[in-house]
């Protein structure tokens, strides 16, 4: 089992920065890629970035709408992972869950809401 819990969420204005945070917890060695997805209001819940270790600085992917803005990260001494939101757009606005997989189980955080306003 692994815990996931996320903090760091707001209101902010457009071009604001917000960093999210992911604490994991449990048989995190398990871990095949961490990963944030984000629900826009009224929209299905999408990937926005994610992490893959691989023994070194990890394979990162971005969705094409965050790409140049986001920064996913991980800290493997606090077993946490990071996303640096930076020039935050309305279209950000969503609530933006953890995520992580393991051989045969998925698991995820109870959300963060971020709110950009115009």
């Known amino acids: 089992q692994v815990q996931l819990v996320e903090s760091g969420g707001g209101s902010v204005e457009e071009g604001g920065s917000l960093k999210l945070s992911c604490a994991a917890s449990?048989?995190?060695?398990?871990?095949?890629?961490m990963a944030w997805y984000r629900r826009a209001p009224g929209k299905g819940r999408d990937l926005v970035a994610m992490?893959?270790?691989?023994?070194?600085?990890?394979?990162?992917n971005y969705v094409d709408a965050v790409k140049g803005r986001f920064t996913i990260s991980m800290d493997n001494a606090k077993s946490t992972l990071y996303l640096h939101m930076n020039n935050l757009k309305p279209e950000d606005t969503a609530v933006y869950y953890c995520a992580a997989t393991s051989p045969g189980s998925a698991y995820w955080g109870q959300g963060t809401q971020v709110i950009v306003s115009s």
């Open positions: 449990g048989s995190i060695a398990s871990l095949l890629h």
């Open positions: 992490f893959t270790p691989d023994g070194g600085d990890g394979k990162i």
